[in-house]
């Protein structure tokens, strides 16, 4: 019981930190509030412009979800940047010779990161109700969309955590950054994945960024729900969420704590 | 004196590399240890391994009587760590790291500031307290970096290369700090690569080479195992030879030649100057100087290792 109540008092420390450092970079905090705006306006309107949503309906209404879903993909590169850069620069050895709880390094990480997320995702809303966007499905579903969106991003943290100790170093992690772009794009946030050849449709569907998406468009009431004969995360995208969050905590929690201990 | 860090056989290897190969070494409680050796010789794996950041492939070690493996929260709870590499937080404030790693040492909040307090002003970082590290010198981060280590008054402070690439003014801080932490009872194991660095702070000092302890004592007893050189200056070139086979004669062994007008020969003990002296004036050998002296660590570093170059 001690030892748990150290590990928590030990990881709000750490999320104290992340929001120290935040405090001391006002700059940084300014284009992580501007980025999902830009990204409104740059998907929503300039490739907007030129885009059909398939069974018709409003881009930006089609794109919100996705860009929200790119915004929580976003926490994989974060943590992974923040945990590299304390591996490679001897902090992380500092905090694992001390008498704290290893675990703490991690869950510190992550629980900032959700924190970090909520203002982003914040800013992505106001400028999406801005765009044009609603949800139409009630309270109830919107809640729900929006409590997807944290649940992946949780799990998604802990996969940063794993590929920073992994890479241990920050110029690489730096370096890794714009492949994620890929990983968001090839997906049907920003279009549909119909008209893709066979094997990147494949994995467009199998993306769990695809899986997020749908399961906000459908949550949130906006267009381009796919139908028809669908790969199963996209038919069934709230449980495709679900189980991928919970695989990849499951693989990505043990994995980064056994790389602690090591 | 009582032992406060016990290593015995120890063994680690990464991949085809064996970084130790049955490391032995003893610390006495009160005392600064310097581990002595070239880059590559082991010294930050053997900190590692005492320090519960890698565990030993074999042997064991023990710290303040906690074996580092089996028992390694309590051997965190007595040592501290700083490195080569500052181990800060760059984007937050001197008194930020220190309060940030006071709490991870759990001490209560008002404990964790008045303690950064008190180290910030102790080791001359008051005044840049409140600017982001990322602004500091080099110096000022190993200062910085030293004593977050020192947060929870640890029983033993494992320096990892604490002055590496630091100009003298710094080095001279570091030091100066050491020896502060000595004084107030702190056990110090520091590794470095600099001679002159063991010499001025180290009780005792462990060579290491390829993995193990190649000798071991304080610089004293150390130098004397390679015992007093000789150096004679000619004053003409021309009696160079017969300096040489003078010295040849006295020492038993060939004498090296440098600068020209130099000759200088390990002796074996129990030689006077004043014999020396006379031997050359009977050979005719006009000699501009001729001195006994201690040898360096440098030397004995130099012919423990069958090195030939200097380490640093």
Known sequence: MIRLRWALADGVTLVGREFARLRHDPGEIVAALLFPAVMVVLFGYVFGSAIGVPGGGDYREYLMPGLFAMVTFSSVTGVMTRTAADASRGVMDRFRSMPMARSAVPFGQTGADLLIGLPMLAVMVVAGLLAGWRPHLGPVATAQAFLLMVVLRYALSWVGVYAGLAVRDDRVADALVPLSLPVTMVSNAFVPTGGMPGWLRFLADWNPVSALTAATRELFGNPGVPAGDLAWPLAHPVAAVLLWSAALLAVSVPLALRALSL | ?312
């Open chain 2, 1 to 312: 004196m009582e032992s406060i860090v016990v290593a015995e056989g120890l063994h680690k290897s990464f991949g085809d590399v064996r970084a130790l190969r049955g490391l032995d070494l003893n610390v006495r409680r009160g005392t600064v240890c310097g581990v002595l050796g070239p880059n590559g010789a082991g010294k930050t794996t053997a900190v590692r391994v005492l320090a519960t950041l890698a565990a030993p492939d074999a042997g064991h070690a023990s710290v303040a009587g906690h074996d580092v493996v089996r028992e390694a929260a309590e051997v965190r709870a007595r040592i501290g760590l700083a490195g080569q590499y500052a181990a800060v937080d760059e984007k937050l404030t001197g008194r930020g790291n220190l309060r940030m790693f006071g709490r991870l040492s759990h001490l209560p909040r008002r404990e964790a500031h008045r303690r950064a307090d008190e180290l910030l002003d102790r080791f001359g970082l008051a005044d840049a307290a409140d600017r982001r590290v990322a602004g500091y010198s080099g110096g000022m981060r190993r200062r910085l970096d030293l004593i977050a280590s020192l947060v929870r008054r640890p029983e033993v402070l494992f320096l990892d290369e604490p002055t590496t690439g630091l100009d003298p003014r710094s080095r001279g801080e570091i030091w100066q700090a050491v020896r502060e932490l000595v004084a107030d009872g702190t056990t110090v194991l520091l590794t470095t690569q600099y001679l002159d660095e063991a010499d001025r702070l180290a009780d005792d000092v462990a060579v290491v080479d390829h993995g193990r302890v190649i000798a071991t004592g304080t610089p004293d007893e150390l130098k004397a195992t390679v015992g007093d050189r000789l150096d004679v200056v000619v004053e003409d070139p021309a009696d160079l030879p017969r300096a040489a086979a003078v010295l040849t004669g006295l020492a038993g062994a060939e004498p090296a030649v440098s600068g020209g007008d130099r000759v200088s020969v390990a002796l074996p003990g129990g030689l006077r100057l004043a014999g020396v002296v006379r031997e050359l004036d009977r050979a005719g050998v006009a000699a501009a100087d001729v001195r006994l002296r201690r040898p360096t660590l440098d030397e004995v570093f130099l012919r423990l290792t069958g090195r030939t170059e200097p380490v640093a």
